[in-house]
Every structure is written in C-alpha cells, then in structure tokens.
C-alpha cells in the first residue's frame, strides 16, 4: 500500500512538470500564442494506470437502479475534465439512462460539444438527473428531463414525442439504458426476473427506435450501448449477457437497413465500468472489491473515459462510420 502512494505521488509529480512544459511552450519565446494557442488546451500526458482509483474498493450496495452520488468513489462522467470543441453544435440528443453512468457522460460531453440534450432515467433516479440537467444548463443548450419506465411501450413513445417537442427535433438517439443483475445460477433467474431484463435491454431500444425513426433525417445517427459481454460472457450474467449480444446484432443488422438512408447506427462496447449499476445488484460483492482488477489496467474504467467515442460516433466527421462497435474495456473483452 505504501508502495502505491510512494508510486502515485511520483506519478503527480511527473504530472505537474508536464503542466509546467506545455506553459513554457505556450510562452512568446518559442512562437506568437496565436499559433501555439490551440496546444496550450491540451491536457498533460497522463499515465492511464495511476489517473483513477485502483481495486480494491470498499463494500458497498445500494437498492437498484442506484444512485451516482452515493457510490465511494464518485465516479467521474467528465464534470470538471470534459472540454468541448463545438463539435456537435445545434445537434438534438434523447439519451436514456442519461442521469448516471456512460448515460451521463454522453450527457455532458454533449452539451459542451454544443448540442441540446433530453435525457431518461427511471423517478427513483431524480437526484442524479437533476445534476446533470444542471450541468447542461450551465453550457447553455436545452435541457430536458424525462423520468419513465422503459419496460412501457407507451411510455417509450411518449418518451420520443416530448423529447422531440421540446428539443424541436431529434438527430442524435442513445440506447443506453440498461438492467443488469448478477444470479450465481439460471435456476435463481425468475420468469419476471427475465422478462425485466429483456423489456429494458432488447424491447425498448426497439420501441424507442421506432418511435424515433419518422424524425431522424440523413446526417442522423444511432448509438447504442452494448458491451464486451455480448463476445465474452460472464457465468453469472446469463440473461444479461444475451440482451447484449442482441444490442450487437441490432447495431449490425440497423447499419445495414439505415445505411441507405443516410442513417449511421454503431456501438459502444465498455468493459468494467465504475457505475450504479454495478453497486445495485450488477456485481457480487466478490467481483466489486477487485473491480476491473483482472484488466490488463489493473482497474475499472470511469464513464468519463468513454464519452469521446460517443462524441466521436456522432460527429460528422464520422460520416463513413457505421455498424461499428467501438470498444474501451482496458485491454481486456477480446472475442
Ligand atoms: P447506470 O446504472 O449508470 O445506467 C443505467 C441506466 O439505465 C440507469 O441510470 C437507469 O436510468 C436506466 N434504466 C434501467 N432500467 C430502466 C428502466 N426500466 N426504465 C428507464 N431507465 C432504466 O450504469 P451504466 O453502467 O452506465 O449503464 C449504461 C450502459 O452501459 C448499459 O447499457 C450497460 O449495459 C452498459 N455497460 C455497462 C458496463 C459497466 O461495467 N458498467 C459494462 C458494459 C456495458
Ligand atoms: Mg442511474
């Protein structure tokens, strides 16, 4: 233990003199601030080993769907890292699952990237939403808030109708929203237990998508959140698991049907990432102690660190980008 901080302190460290180089190589002596402006805003080199908590990680369970602010650590969906650059300017976003988690970190980077943002979540969740509504104010675009349940076909067009009413329009859809509950054997997997699991992952992405659909013009875009689970399933996610895999085949079997319409649809596949959803009955208390400690980075993923690939899937300069799952899983979920 001692080791580590000797080792994350000497890491700090390194990090303050690379803050120190890119000061100096900003100063008039090495060329005019103009030109050098733009790498003045370059974060410093940092070493992804030592930039967030390491396992292991305290107990700790809370009644799901769980809430971001009662997890130890926080988790960091880019709150005070996040920097825009105008890349999605005037774009209109419906994220579910958006108070918390990957949700919440597409949310944001949105926001600052310029795009006005409705995000879903369930009632329980508010706390949370609330946040990162705040959040997308204070970036000055739209905001707007839409708690339900996603196991309700209805509610899921309704979700789509307001969400387009009151960003006026939609060209940015997240399927993001997920249920995940850890069960040692398939014998624990009750009928309802299955069909929860089923309705949020598998249903309502498609209810969702088909309310969506008459909106989306070309240059529109569709990105769902799958996982290194739908390649490499664990024992104990087995209902789960295959909801992924079907998020999967829904991105590659929509790229396909949309393609020709200027529609790109693609994937976020993450590996163990440090969210609610993972503290409320996601993961066995076992598995949560060492989380992401059997990685090659030795330590779960944070929401932050993935929220450039959704910027990135729905940017324009994607244009070419579609039936893709792009990945971040620190080395390890290789089919
Ligand atoms: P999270 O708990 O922060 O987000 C999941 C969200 O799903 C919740 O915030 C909740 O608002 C929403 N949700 C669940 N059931 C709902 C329902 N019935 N109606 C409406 N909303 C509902 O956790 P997360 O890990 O950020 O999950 C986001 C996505 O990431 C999910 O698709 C999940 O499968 C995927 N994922 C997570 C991990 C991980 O390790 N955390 C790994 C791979 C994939
Ligand atoms: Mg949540």
């Not at 690379?18 to 100096?24: D, E, R």
């Not at 100063?27 to 070493?47: F, K, N, R």
């Given at each position: 233990m001692e080791n580590t901080e000797n080792k994350m302190s000497r890491r700090q460290a390194i990090g303050g003199l690379?803050?120190?180089?890119?000061?100096?190589?900003?100063?008039?002596?090495?060329?005019?601030?103009?030109?050098?402006?733009?790498?003045?805003?370059?974060?410093?080199?940092?070493?992804?080993?030592?930039k967030y908590p390491r396992p292991p990680f305290k107990e700790q369970k809370q009644a799901w769907p769980g809430l971001a602010s009662q997890m130890d650590p926080r988790p960091d969906h880019g709150e005070t890292s996040y920097k825009g650059s105008g890349r999605l300017t005037g774009r209109k976003a419906l994220i579910t699952g958006g108070d918390s988690g990957m949700g919440r970190a597409a949310a944001i980077a949105y926001a600052r990237e310029g795009a006005d943002v409705a995000i879903n979540y369930l009632p329980a969740e508010e706390q949370d939403a609330r946040e990162v509504i705040a959040l997308i104010k204070k970036e000055g675009r739209r905001a707007v808030a839409i708690p339900g349940d996603l196991r309700d076909e209805s509610f899921c067009k309704r979700l789509v109708d307001?969400?387009?009413?009151?960003?006026?329009?939609?060209?940015?859809?997240?399927?993001?929203?997920?249920?995940?509950?850890?069960r040692e054997s398939i014998l624990d997997i009750s009928s309802e237990d299955f069909d929860a699991t089923m309705k949020t992952n598998v249903y309502a992405p498609f209810w969702v998508t088909k309310a969506a659909l008459p909106h989306l013009k070309p240059g529109s875009v569709i990105i769902a959140t799958t996982s290194v689970q739908a390649s490499d399933p664990s024992a104990e996610l087995f209902d789960y698991a295959q909801t992924k895999a079907a998020n999967t085949a829904y991105v590659r079997s929509l790229a396909k049907q949309l393609g020709p319409k200027g529609i790109r649809v693609n994937?976020?596949?993450?590996?163990?990432?440090?969210?609610?959803?993972?503290?409320?009955?996601?993961?066995?208390?076992?598995?949560?102690?060492?989380?992401?400690?059997?990685?090659?980075?030795?330590?779960?993923?944070?929401?932050?660190?993935?929220?450039?690939?959704?910027?990135?899937?729905?940017?324009?300069?994607?244009?070419?980008?579609?039936?893709?799952?792009?990945?971040?899983?620190?080395?390890?979920?290789q089919p």
């Open positions: 690379g803050l120190g180089i890119v000061a100096a190589a900003s100063s008039p002596v090495l060329g005019s601030a103009a030109s050098l402006g733009a790498y003045s805003l370059a974060p410093a080199i940092e070493d992804p080993l030592s307001q969400a387009v009413k009151e960003l006026g329009g939609l060209d940015i859809l997240v399927n993001n929203a997920a249920r995940q509950q850890t994937g976020v596949a993450p590996g163990p990432i440090w969210t609610p959803l993972q503290v409320s009955g996601g993961a066995t208390m076992e598995k949560l102690k060492n989380f992401g400690g059997d990685t090659p980075m030795g330590r779960p993923g944070q929401p932050a660190e993935l929220a450039s690939i959704y910027v990135q899937l729905a940017a324009t300069d994607a244009s070419y980008a579609t039936g893709q799952v792009y990945g971040a899983a620190g080395g390890g979920g």
